[in-house]
């Protein structure tokens, strides 16, 4: 693993509702004062803002056109540079982006977490550390309807819809090929928590 002039970037991946923003919550948690940062790039999808909003609703947010990789990319090469990024606010309820963007500042470690992150070759080349969350389909499901309903407005139809027309079909396409090139997998159960410390344990070493 190259590192990255002074920055070291992790990447975090699995399939939807995997418990990735789940195991970055607990990493987070455990450097409240210290200089650790997480990008996610649910925050880079594309700006769909030409669409109408029921054009919006058929656009196919698991595959990794759905990403605005450019964007993204550029932002990275930003913190190598030392300079803060203003990382897009996207509003899932709509699928656009807002007006609104949260300023990220350059760090020793950055966290980069999403379904798809591991798909771009040029995004791979800046990771330090591969990490995936592999979670069993069921579990990744009901986790999803739970999510949706609750936090994105969505319906059960809705959500059942989506999930056997694209994004189970796009987990096996372009997510799940992609635990391979993984330099760690851990479960994305409760049960993780040795897998965490570990992570945890590489990360204080760096910070040290």
Known sequence: MDTNGDIFFIGIAGGSASGKTTVVKKIMKRFKHRKLRMIDTDSYYQDFSNLSPEDRNKVNFDHPKSIDFELLIEHIRQLKQ??????????????????????????????????LI?????????????????????????????????????????????YFETVRPMHIEFIQPTKTDADIIIPGSRNNTVSINMIISGINDLMS
């Not at 986790?143 to 989506?162: N, T, Y």
């Open 82 to 115: 030392g300079k803060s990024i203003e990382k897009p606010v996207y509003d899932f309820k709509t699928h656009l982006r807002t007006t609104k963007t949260t300023t990220i500042e350059p760090t020793k470690i950055i966290l980069l977490e999403g379904i």
């Open 118 to 162: 591991f798909t771009n070759p040029e995004l791979m080349k800046i990771m330090d550390m591969k990490i995936f969350v592999d979670t069993a389909s069921d579990i990744r499901l009901m986790r999803r309807i739970e999510r949706d309903m609750k936090d994105r407005g969505r319906s059960l139809d809705s959500v059942k819809k989506q």
